[in-house]
């Protein structure tokens, strides 16, 4: 590392491969921290977790039970042991609660004054932040299992929503209307999600083992289909031709540059495609566990060389090479298994929850000082 | 400056490899401690030594599945990649055998034609097998071939697919396609798929349900298996059927519950 930081010094690297290293070197030591906490608010399985973007301050969870919390995650007191506190929460006693499972919460990509939860209940509800209370409820005739809002949008405000219906609808948050639908699925829509590098591309995923991405500014249907054989048509039996996994599809995640997307599904595969061509880059994960019946929400780091995949298996979270496939890890700490985690970018952080009610954070392991340092420390300290 | 072209990851090298009792990383066996891209044609080879020859009296060529090399390497993605580069070049063949649509077969060209062609002696599709192997394979690396592309692309007639069908170089896929297939290879996907659940039967009786890799392949088979016990033992680490744990007394395998 010290040759590093004298690179940067006298100019010979650009200040950002320091950062990098930096970065790559703390999510390579993520573990479970005894002195970081989340307050345990949820009395039944976490379905989902989002971290805001504009500061990476407050997070939002869905829980299974309706109940919507939010925390703070900055250390403001003195000490190194801290419990990240709940600032307030959606809970049972509201009179707008949710009132069966939240699938998906996410923030406003652009502040957080606002955001936007959908349930099992059939509903998508804009919530308004300082008072809690829903600005706008969407209807839908199915189980909503996903929505997403584009972090990128400057020219729209739409929502994707996938739900129980084949068709994919965008909500639009400006004008409340919903009468833009993607036809082209014949299975329920298990998870969306818009690419961070254009703010019209749209991907999503679904039970016919299809994953289609498109344009929402196109009349006419899906740009492409992803086709996990790249078109060799004589290496699947004749039904998996055309599909990107050969069981349901139930997990996306573009990477940040937008470049590849992953996906995840039930076939137990994870695959790595180019999101410009469509082409399967034929990574090889192995086996990644994959039982749920609805999505899975897994993510990538960011700001690190080579990046790596955070994926819920099981009752541990996975962390494979993003381009080598190799698994690097498993973060073993839950109890029961865990349905989401999120990646905190600026101080490369994970935040996984699960059925067991927990929500845990893995941070980096700091280098401990060496045994002179400290001898000559505490030496000070009594001078 | 060469700096600027080195990767990140040449300064992890040492950080990035976490040696505990649960690393999947690394497998020592055969002298593989990682290091240099993996020889996939030498560990192909060692494989076939372990495929019995004398059980199907010399009618089927070695047969190796892909599978059983992620037990020797760890990078999946470079092994693929290198299969990939040999199958282009024609050295070696891939088959679907048809239980999984994940498992392929792996088998040297050299030894499949010798195999088919000393099978098909005598018989009256010699010739139509001969003009197969000499026309289609060397150009054609494909696992499956529809009707239009025997017909149209390779020019052979109806009565020749179905000699070819007979003699068992293709097996019907689905109405108008065939996979391409080893001859007589009916037994072994018997014997193989027996084994496998009589091998893994052995892991999930053991006390919890786990086993040293050196244990398991001193045990004594019952007849049920009848492939070599280290063949069945890399194809259920390659398939992830088992865990593999690095202990202080070695490889420890423990079933996968799924």
Redesign the interface.
């Known amino acids: 590392m010290l040759s590093f930081l004298i690179a940067r010094q006298t100019g010979v690297d650009e200040p950002v491969r320091l950062r990098r290293a930096e970065s790559t070197r703390r999510v390579l030591s993520l573990e479970l921290n005894h002195d970081r906490d989340v307050e345990c608010i949820h009395g039944n399985g976490i379905n989902t977790i989002d971290i805001e973007v504009i500061e990476g301050r407050y997070m939002l969870s869905g829980g299974s039970d309706g109940v919507i919390v939010i925390y703070d995650l900055e250390n403001n007191s003195k000490k190194p042991h801290y419990t990240c506190k709940a600032v307030c929460t959606v809970g049972r006693s509201s009179r707008y609660v949710h009132k069966f499972s939240v699938e998906t919460v996410q923030w406003y990509p652009h502040d957080t004054g606002m955001f936007v939860s959908s349930s099992f209940d059939k509903t998508m509800k804009v919530w308004d932040t300082e008072t809690l209370k829903p600005a706008e409820v969407f209807q839908f005739e199915g189980n909503v299992y996903c929505h997403h809002m584009s972090p990128i949008a400057r020219k729209h405000g739409l929502i994707a929503v996938g739900t129980k219906d084949p068709k994919v609808q965008l909500c639009d948050l400006k004008s409340g209307s919903r009468i833009h639908i993607l036809q082209g699925h014949r299975g329920e829509v298990l998870s969306v999600k818009w690419s961070p590098r254009y703010e019209h591309i749209l991907a999503t995923a679904s039970t016919d083992s299809r994953v289609r991405v498109w344009d929402v500014r196109r009349a006419s249907g899906s740009l492409f289909t992803l086709d996990q054989h790249n078109g060799d048509k004589s290496k699947a039996s004749s039904e998996s031709v055309n599909t990107a996994h050969d069981g349901r599809v139930n997990g996306l995640c573009f990477t940040d540059d937008g470049l590849y997307l992953l996906t995840a599904g039930t076939d137990d595969r994870m695959r790595l495609w180019n999101s410009a061509t469509g082409e399967n880059t034929l990574v090889n994960y192995g086996k990644v566990v994959n039982e749920s019946r609805k999505g899975v929400k897994f993510t990538v780091s960011r700001g690190c060389s080579p990046e790596f995949v955070f994926v819920p298996c099981g009752s541990s979270v996975a962390m494979y090479g993003l381009h080598t496939g190799e698994l690097v890890t498993m973060l073993r700490g839950h109890y029961n298994n865990v349905d989401c985690c999120e990646f905190h970018p600026d101080y490369q952080e994970l935040y996984s929850g699960g059925k067991d009610c927990n929500i845990l954070a893995w941070v980096p392991v700091l280098r401990h000082p060496d045994t002179e340092d400290e001898g000559a420390d505490s030496r000070q300290l009594f001078n | 400056?060469n700096?600027?072209r080195t990767l990140?990851?040449d300064?992890?090298r040492t950080?990035?490899r976490?040696f505990g009792a649960?690393n999947?990383?690394g497998n020592p066996e055969h002298g593989d401690v990682q290091e240099g891209p993996p020889d996939v044609k030498a560990t192909l080879q060692y494989l076939m030594t372990l495929f019995p020859r004398k059980l199907f009296n010399d009618s089927l060529p070695q047969i190796v599945l892909k599978h059983q090399l992620?037990s020797l390497h760890?990078?999946?993605?470079l092994?693929?990649?290198q299969v990939n580069e040999l199958r282009d070049q024609g050295e070696l063949l891939m088959f679907?055998l048809g239980f999984d649509?994940?498992t392929f077969a792996l088998v040297f060209s050299v030894d499949y034609r010798a195999k088919v062609l000393a099978g098909e002696a005598g018989r009256a599709t010699l010739g139509t097998v001969e003009k197969f192997l000499d026309k289609v394979l060397p150009c054609c690396s494909?696992?499956?071939?529809?009707k239009d592309k025997m017909l149209k692309q390779f020019l052979f007639t109806d009565a020749e697919i179905t000699q070819l069908v007979k003699s068992g170089v293709l097996t019907v896929?689905?109405a108008g396609?065939w996979w391409l297939s080893i001859p007589n290879s009916g037994r072994f996907t018997k014997y193989f798929i027996q084994g496998r659940k009589a091998v893994l039967g052995m892991v999930k009786k053991s006390k919890y349900n786990e086993i040293l890799k050196t244990d398991l392949e001193e045990r004594r088979t019952t007849s049920h298996v009848k492939l070599h016990m280290k063949y069945h033992v890399h194809d259920i680490i390659g398939a992830?059927l088992v865990e593999c744990i690095q202990t202080t007394s070695g490889t420890l395998l423990r079933f996968v519950d799924?």
């Open positions: 400056m700096r600027k990140m990851p300064a992890f950080k990035k976490r649960d999947l990383i992620y760890s990078d999946k993605t092994v693929d990649k679907q649509s994940d494909d696992l499956s071939f529809s896929r689905d396609s992830e799924t």
